[in-house]
C-alpha cells in the first residue's frame, strides 16, 4: 500500500530562503552548515492523477526516459557523471508529484545541478530509446502481477476509485504505454514538465544565491504556462472484493475507510490514530493480531492523503484459513476506538513516538529537501516545528474518538483480499463497526 507522506516542519525557519521567478518556478532552500552534503530535489506539482485517461502512466514513463539521453549527453554519459559525482539519486512519479532528487558533496552541487537540470530540460526522447523502455515498463507491470502486495494495491485502488486517474496504475497500462511515441511523449513532457509546476528544493551546505543563479541559469528563457485546469474529486467506493490467485502461500488483506485530505487541520490527529491502530510493534493491530494471536508476520495501518480527499488502510498477510480471523479481529480494534476511545497512555506514546520520527528525519538533507518541497505544495507554506509540537501537544483523545467515529462507518468500509481464498465470503454485516 501506499503509505502517507506526513509532512515533517522545518527545524530552523530562518535558515529557509525561497525565490519565484516570473515564470512560477519557486526556489527553496535550507542551509545546514554543519554537514558536507548536499541534496537536489526538483518536484514537478503533477502527477498520475493529472493524466488524461488514454495517457495513463505517461508521467512515470517520462520519468524513466529522460535518463536515456540530452541533446549534450549520451545515456551513457549520464550514467558515468551520476556515479563521478558519488552523490545517491531518487526519481520517483506519485499521484500527485513527480520527483528526482540526487545527494552528494558540498563542492558538487554545481555540477549536480548541472546535470539534472539538463535530463529535464533538454531530453533527447529518441524513438528507439523510447520503444525498449516501453517494453522495459511493460516487463516492470508483470513484475506487479507477480507481487502479491502490489497487484492487490492496483486491485484495490481501481475498485475504491472507479472511472478516475487515481485508481489508476502509476505505471499505466501495456495498451497505454505501447501508445507513448515521440511525438506523444514531447507534447506531454513540454506541457506538464514546465516552470509554472516546478519546485527546485534543495537543502545542505549551499547557497541559496548560486542556487537561484543555476536555476535561472537553465529555467529563466522557458516560458510560463500556468494550468489551473480542475481535477475532479473521486468518488470512493465501498467494494468488497474477493480475488481468486492460485500458487500463493498466503492470503493478502486490505480494509479501507475514506480518511481526511492532505491539508486539513486535523491531520495530527489523525496521524496519531493511525499509529496508535497500526503504526509499530506496540500498536493495536501488532499486538492483537501478530503477538496475541500469532495470524500474521506482516500487519499494519496508514493513512494516504491527496488534496482532495483519503483513505485509511488495514494490511495483513495470513494463511488462507486464517483470514476470516485476521478481518474480525481488525474490525473488532476499529469497533472498540470508535466506541471507546483512546487511553492517556497511547495517546502520550504515539505523540513521542511522531516526534522522534520527525525530529531525527531533520538530521538528513535528503529528508529535508523532500520536506521542502511537499510543504510548500501542500500548503504553500513552511510549517515550523513549533508550530508542529505545538499542534500534536494539543490533540485530544476526544479528537481521535471523533475521527474514529466520523470515518469508521460500516457501509463505507472497503475490503480486497487476493489469494488462495477456499470460499471465503465476507458480506457486509461481517464488517459492522
Given at each position: 500500500?501506499r ?18 521567478l516570473?515564470n ?15 541534496t537536489?530535489?526538483?518536484?514537478f506539482?503533477?502527477?498520475s ?25 549520451s545515456a551513457?554519459e ?14 520517483f ?5 513527480t ?12 555540477q549536480a545541478?548541472?546535470l539534472?537540470a539538463d535530463?529535464?530540460t533538454?531530453?533527447?526522447f529518441?524513438e ?5 523502455e516501453r ?9 506487479v502481477e ?9 486491485i484495490f ?7 478516475h ?7 499505466g497500462?501495456?495498451?497505454?504505454v ?17 516552470p509554472?509546476n ?9 547557497e ?11 529555467f ?8 489551473d485546469e480542475?481535477?475532479a474529486?473521486?468518488?470512493p467506493?465501498a467494494?468488497?472484493l474477493?480475488k ?12 479501507a475507510?475514506?480518511?481526511?485530505e ?10 496519531l490514530l493511525?499509529?496508535i491502530l ?10 492483537k ?10 500487519v499494519?495501518a496508514?493513512?494516504?492523503s491527496?488534496?482532495d480527499?483519503g ?27 470508535k ?6 497512555e497511547?495517546?502520550k ?6 516526534v522522534?520520527?520527525?525530529?531525527l ?7 529535508r529537501?523532500?520536506?521542502?518541497a511537499?510543504l510548500?505544495?501542500t500548503f504553500?507554506r513552511?510549517?515550523p ?10 490533540v ?10 466520523e470515518?469508521f462507518q ?13 470460499g471465503l ?7 459492522e463497526?
Amino acid at each position: 500500500m501506499r503509505d502517507t507522506i506526513f509532512f515533517c516542519p522545518n527545524v530552523m525557519k530562518e535558515n529557509i530562503e525561497q525565490t519565484t521567478l516570473q515564470n512560477g518556478l519557486k526556489i527553496l532552500t535550507d542551509k545546514m552548515p554543519d554537514v558536507r552534503s548536499a541534496t537536489i530535489g526538483f518536484f514537478f506539482k503533477k502527477g498520475s492523477r493529472h493524466e488524461p485517461l488514454e495517457l495513463n502512466g505517461i508521467s512515470h514513463f517520462i520519468e524513466h526516459t529522460v535518463f536515456k539521453g540530452t541533446e549534450r549527453r549520451s545515456a551513457l554519459e549520464i550514467a558515468k557523471e551520476f556515479d563521478r559525482l558519488g552523490g545517491n539519486f531518487d526519481a520517483f512519479t506519485m499521484q500527485e508529484m513527480t520527483g528526482f532528487a540526487m545527494k552528494t558533496v558540498d563542492q558538487n552541487v554545481a555540477q549536480a545541478f548541472d546535470l539534472l537540470a539538463d535530463i529535464l530540460t533538454n531530453p533527447r526522447f529518441d524513438e528507439t530509446d523510447l520503444t525498449r523502455e516501453r517494453q522495459v515498463i511493460i516487463e516492470e507491470m508483470r513484475m506487479v502481477e507477480d507481487t502479491p502486495e502490489e497487484y492487490l494495491s492496483e486491485i484495490f485502488s481501481r475498485a475504491y476509485f472507479p472511472h478516475h486517474p487515481l485508481g489508476l496504475p502509476i505505471e499505466g497500462t501495456p495498451e497505454t504505454v505501447e501508445t507513448f511515441d515521440q511525438k506523444v511523449t514531447k507534447d506531454f513532457h513540454r506541457k506538464v514538465f514546465q516552470p509554472a509546476n516546478l519546485v527546485i528544493a534543495v537543502a545542505g551546505n549551499i547557497e541559496h544565491a548560486q542556487i537561484v543563479e543555476l536555476a535561472e541559469k537553465f529555467f529563466s528563457s522557458r516560458p510560463a504556462n500556468f494550468d489551473d485546469e480542475k481535477i475532479a474529486a473521486p468518488k470512493p467506493d465501498a467494494p468488497i472484493l474477493l480475488k481468486k490467485k492460485r500458487g500463493l502461500e498466503q492470503a493478502h488483506l486490505i480494509m479501507a475507510t475514506p480518511w481526511i485530505e492532505a491539508a486539513n487541520e486535523r491531520r495530527y490527529a489523525a496521524h496519531l490514530l493511525e499509529n496508535i491502530l497500526g503504526s509499530g510493534t506496540s500498536s493495536r493491530l501488532w499486538q492483537k493480531i501478530r503477538e496475541e494471536n500469532g495470524l500474521a508476520y506482516a500487519v499494519g495501518a496508514s493513512g494516504a492523503s491527496f488534496q482532495d480527499c483519503g483513505f485509511f488502510s488495514i494490511y495483513a498477510g495470513t494463511a488462507p484459513v486464517q483470514l476470516g480471523k485476521v478481518i474480525d479481529l481488525a474490525i473488532a480494534e476499529l469497533k472498540k476506538i470508535k466506541r471507546e476511545g483512546v487511553t492517556e497512555e497511547e495517546l502520550k506514546l504515539a505523540k513521542q513516538q511522531s516526534v522522534a520520527s520527525i525530529l531525527l528525519s531533520l538530521e538528513d538533507s535528503s529528508s529535508r529537501a523532500a520536506n521542502l518541497a511537499q510543504l510548500e505544495i501542500t500548503f504553500g507554506r513552511q510549517i515550523p516545528v513549533e508550530e508542529t509540537l505545538k499542534n500534536f501537544e494539543k490533540v485530544t483523545a476526544e479528537e481521535i474518538q471523533e475521527l474514529a467515529q466520523e470515518f469508521f462507518q460500516t457501509e463505507k468500509i472497503a475490503l480486497a483480499a487476493l489469494g488462495n481464498l477456499n470460499g471465503l465470503k465476507i458480506d457486509r454485516e461481517r464488517l459492522e463497526v
